[in-house]
């Protein structure tokens, strides 16, 4: 049996003749269960790709019809298994043409790597071929717009590769028309860019080289607002420098330069010296992923020094930094300006990456190696996408000895990050986390404390001005007092006020009052309070979901475990074990000790305000997993 994801989804027969499939939902469903490549396709997942947000209430029983017609079309051979939480197709021989892309795509940046570009340029051209348009032509538009984006991209590495074999074999001119049509295709890919700018050099054409340089720095300002990266800028001085071969392109090979008998290696000249060629250019991009300042930063002075000391330590040691507090403490705000400070520590480069997804669900740590390896310029096959091992793999080898900065914001704990921690000691990386973890030391952990009111005060005024404060200090404390310590609510209370020049602060002051509706209030375009610390809940558990709804409606005075267990109609180590939990997920504080010895505990009112709106599981399912 053979099946074609590469265009239109097809499944044959070994005869060759194809099997009808009718309608976009089955060949969505055959898809998806293809490129599972024998691991489970969930219901949820089949669904997202078979009707995006909006399901039908019928949903589960027409994915069993569609998995039903497959098994009558496909025959015995193929078996489809229904298997909690979905279906998983066995297929065994069959003949995949994505797993055959991925495998002579491997194969040919291999050779390609190794210097063997004859062999790379036919394994990479026999990839290519087995594309007949369109990856997934026939699905629906959830699915394409899930998977076609990966497909699409690995055939343009596998194809940029290509076009690198056949430039190092001074096949220039036979390249450069196939170039000129995707650089108008492609307008901001820097790589193709920079391999027209070498064929049309190699063709004696130095004007246009130069020509496709600046309209591609034209480009990419207007486009994107970047300056040309390291590919097109080594590309563009060598060209200025003569170091692309020039002599071998019109047939009286100068002394040392390339010719096609006797290729010299990518990015180097014949004499071996270096030349900045393409593909030496995108191997030696410098990813710069820190996102830009969070406006003008107030505040953690103290905390902010002992970071930049820490990442600009050099004694071999490694550097594993933890930034923890609760919700909305500012922990990323504080770890982008701590990274930015020190960019000039690491010079191959600072990456950022978030570890949960908007709603707050973690990401698997596979999909964060995926994203951290192209941003290397190490992109994995597709057909590695889903084993870990080898990610890993991959992402310890090509950050061996690099002097990164990697900063991972979110992590959720230990299991998340371990895979993401690059190899050797020349790199930092720099976490945050509501959790402290077991992999960073208790020295290395910046715990931020909720600011004081004269800390927030400070903070107020650097968004709405001291003088509109000092006009009514009474109502400017009562705000930061309603903002009970964390800056993500005194950064939209200023920005609020901000907003509305004419308000007074009081008029603010007085909509935060009533503790009802004190949580409504503390939100502002797309930033919400609320939201922020409903991500925390939604990670509990049964007993410290049960512990936080159930204690919410007491006052604001610490309490002891024992109390909580009186409260709760549980046993005292039952209750400790839940307050601790709250502790480190940073829904609680300790408060030191009672007169007993005993540990006691503390609300912040912002938290507790939220919990006594989440009384039971079904008034707040969204609250929990």
């Given at each position: 049996?053979?099946?074609?994801?590469?265009?239109?989804i097809?499944?044959k027969?070994?005869?060759?003749?194809?099997?009808?499939?009718?309608?976009?939902?089955?060949?969505?469903?055959?898809?998806?269960?293809?490129?599972?490549?024998?691991?489970?396709?969930?219901?949820?997942?089949?669904?997202?790709?078979?009707?995006?947000?909006?399901?039908?209430?019928?949903?589960?029983?027409?994915?069993?019809?569609?998995?039903?017609?497959?098994?009558k079309?496909?025959?015995?051979?193929?078996?489809?298994?229904?298997?909690?939480?979905?279906?998983?197709?066995?297929?065994?021989?069959?003949?995949?043409?994505?797993?055959?892309?991925?495998?002579?795509?491997?194969?040919?940046?291999e050779?390609?790597?190794?210097?063997?570009?004859?062999?790379?340029?036919?394994?990479?051209?026999?990839?290519?071929?087995?594309?007949?348009?369109?990856?997934?032509?026939?699905?629906?538009?959830?699915?394409?717009?899930?998977?076609?984006?990966?497909?699409?991209?690995?055939?343009?590495?596998?194809?940029?590769?290509?076009?690198?074999?056949?430039?190092?074999?001074?096949?220039?001119?036979?390249?450069?028309?196939?170039?000129?049509?995707?650089?108008?295709?492609?307008p901001?890919?820097?790589?193709?860019?920079?391999?027209?700018?070498?064929?049309?050099?190699?063709?004696?054409?130095?004007?246009?080289?130069?020509?496709?340089?600046?309209?591609?720095?034209?480009?990419?300002?207007?486009?994107?607002?970047?300056?040309?990266?390291?590919?097109?800028?080594?590309?563009?001085?060598?060209?200025?420098?003569?170091?692309?071969?020039?002599?071998?392109?019109?047939?009286?090979?100068?002394?040392?330069?390339?010719t096609?008998?006797?290729?010299?290696?990518?990015?180097?000249?014949?004499?071996?010296?270096?030349?900045?060629?393409?593909?030496?250019?995108?191997?030696?991009?410098?990813?710069?992923?820190?996102?830009?300042?969070y406006?003008?930063?107030?505040?953690?002075?103290?905390?902010?020094?002992?970071?930049?000391?820490?990442?600009?330590?050099?004694?071999?040691?490694?550097?594993?930094?933890?930034?923890?507090?609760m919700?909305?403490?500012?922990?990323?705000?504080?770890?982008?300006?701590?990274?930015?400070?020190?960019?000039?520590h690491?010079?191959?480069?600072?990456?950022?990456?978030?570890?949960?997804?908007?709603?707050?669900?973690?990401?698997?740590?596979?999909?964060?190696?995926?994203?951290?390896?192209?941003?290397?310029?190490?992109?994995?096959?597709?057909a590695?996408?889903?084993?870990?091992?080898?990610?890993?793999?991959?992402?310890?080898?090509?950050?061996?000895?690099?002097?990164?900065?990697?900063?991972?914001?979110?992590?959720?704990?230990?299991?998340?990050?371990?895979?993401?921690?690059?190899?050797?000691?020349?790199?930092?990386v720099?976490?945050?986390?509501?959790?402290?973890?077991?992999?960073?030391?208790?020295?290395?952990?910046?715990?931020?404390?909720?600011?004081?009111?004269?800390?927030?005060?400070?903070?107020l005024?650097?968004?709405?001005?001291?003088?509109?404060?000092?006009?009514?200090p009474?109502?400017?404390?009562?705000?930061?007092?309603?903002?009970?310590?964390?800056?993500?609510?005194?950064?939209?209370?200023?920005?609020?006020?901000?907003?509305?020049?004419?308000?007074?602060?009081?008029?603010?002051?007085?909509?935060?009052a009533?503790?009802?509706?004190?949580?409504?209030?503390?939100?502002?375009?797309?930033?919400?309070?609320?939201?922020?610390?409903?991500?925390?809940?939604?990670?509990?558990?049964?007993?410290e979901?049960?512990?936080?709804?159930?204690?919410?409606?007491?006052?604001?005075?610490?309490?002891?475990?024992?109390?909580?267990?009186?409260?709760?109609?549980?046993?005292?180590?039952?209750?400790?074990?839940?307050?601790?939990?709250?502790?480190?997920?940073?829904?609680?504080?300790?408060?030191?000790?009672?007169?007993?010895?005993?540990?006691?505990?503390?609300?912040?009112?912002?938290?507790r305000?939220?919990?006594?709106?989440?009384?039971?599981?079904?008034?707040?399912?969204?609250?929990?997993?």
């Amino acid at each position: 049996m053979d099946f074609r994801l590469l265009g239109p989804i097809e499944a044959k027969r070994g005869s060759g003749a194809t099997i009808p499939l009718s309608g976009s939902k089955v060949h969505t469903v055959l898809a998806a269960l293809l490129l599972s490549e024998g691991r489970v396709v969930s219901d949820a997942r089949l669904s997202a790709l078979l009707w995006g947000w909006d399901p039908p209430a019928t949903a589960s029983a027409q994915i069993y019809t569609y998995m039903s017609r497959l098994r009558k079309h496909l025959g015995p051979e193929i078996e489809i298994v229904r298997r909690q939480p979905g279906y998983v197709l066995r297929a065994p021989g069959a003949w995949i043409d994505l797993t055959e892309f991925d495998r002579l795509d491997r194969l040919g940046r291999e050779a390609l790597a190794d210097r063997r570009f004859d062999e790379a340029g036919t394994l990479l051209r026999d990839a290519l071929d087995l594309w007949r348009g369109t990856a997934l032509a026939n699905a629906t538009e959830q699915m394409i717009e899930a998977e076609l984006p990966r497909l699409e991209e690995a055939r343009m590495i596998a194809l940029e590769s290509r076009i690198e074999a056949d430039l190092a074999v001074g096949r220039h001119e036979q390249v450069t028309a196939e170039l000129t049509g995707l650089v108008a295709e492609h307008p901001v890919r820097e790589r193709l860019r920079a391999q027209l700018m070498t064929a049309l050099y190699r063709c004696g054409r130095q004007a246009d080289a130069l020509h496709t340089y600046y309209e591609g720095r034209a480009v990419l300002a207007d486009q994107l607002g970047v300056d040309p990266g390291e590919a097109l800028g080594s590309t563009y001085q060598a060209v200025l420098g003569g170091g692309l071969g020039l002599g071998a392109s019109v047939g009286s090979p100068a002394a040392g330069a390339n010719t096609p008998q006797e290729p010299a290696a990518p990015g180097r000249t014949g004499s071996g010296a270096p030349a900045a060629g393409p593909a030496v250019a995108a191997a030696r991009a410098v990813p710069a992923m820190l996102p830009a300042p969070y406006g003008e930063f107030t505040g953690r002075r103290a905390e902010l020094a002992s970071l930049r000391a820490r990442l600009s330590r050099e004694d071999g040691r490694p550097r594993r930094l933890l930034i923890t507090g609760m919700a909305g403490a500012g922990k990323t705000a504080l770890a982008v300006r701590a990274a930015q400070d020190c960019t000039a520590h690491f010079p191959d480069g600072q990456l950022f990456v978030e570890l949960c997804h908007p709603d707050g669900t973690p990401k698997e740590p596979a999909e964060v190696l995926v994203r951290l390896l192209r941003a290397l310029g190490e992109p994995p096959a597709a057909a590695a996408f889903g084993d870990l091992e080898e990610l890993v793999r991959l992402y310890r080898t090509r950050t061996s000895g690099a002097r990164l900065l990697l900063v991972l914001d979110g992590a959720v704990g230990d299991r998340q990050v371990a895979p993401l921690l690059p190899g050797g000691p020349e790199s930092a990386v720099l976490i945050t986390s509501q959790a402290r973890l077991a992999r960073v030391a208790g020295a290395d952990t910046t715990a931020l404390a909720l600011v004081d009111e004269e800390e927030g005060l400070e903070l107020l005024a650097s968004l709405v001005g001291r003088g509109r404060l000092d006009a009514d200090p009474d109502a400017a404390d009562d705000l930061v007092a309603y903002c009970a310590g964390l800056p993500l609510a005194l950064h939209v209370t200023g920005a609020r006020l901000a907003a509305r020049p004419h308000w007074p602060v009081a008029r603010l002051s007085a909509r935060l009052a009533d503790p009802a509706t004190r949580l409504a209030e503390l939100s502002y375009g797309d930033v919400s309070v609320r939201e922020a610390l409903v991500h925390s809940v939604r990670r509990l558990e049964e007993a410290e979901l049960a512990a936080l709804t159930g204690l919410a409606d007491g006052d604001a005075e610490p309490f002891c475990a024992q109390y909580a267990a009186l409260v709760l109609g549980t046993a005292e180590e039952e209750a400790e074990a839940a307050l601790d939990t709250l502790v480190d997920r940073a829904l609680l504080e300790l408060s030191g000790l009672d007169s007993q010895g005993r540990p006691l505990y503390r609300w912040n009112d912002l938290v507790r305000l939220l919990a006594a709106s989440l009384t039971t599981r079904d008034a707040f399912p969204s609250a929990v997993r």
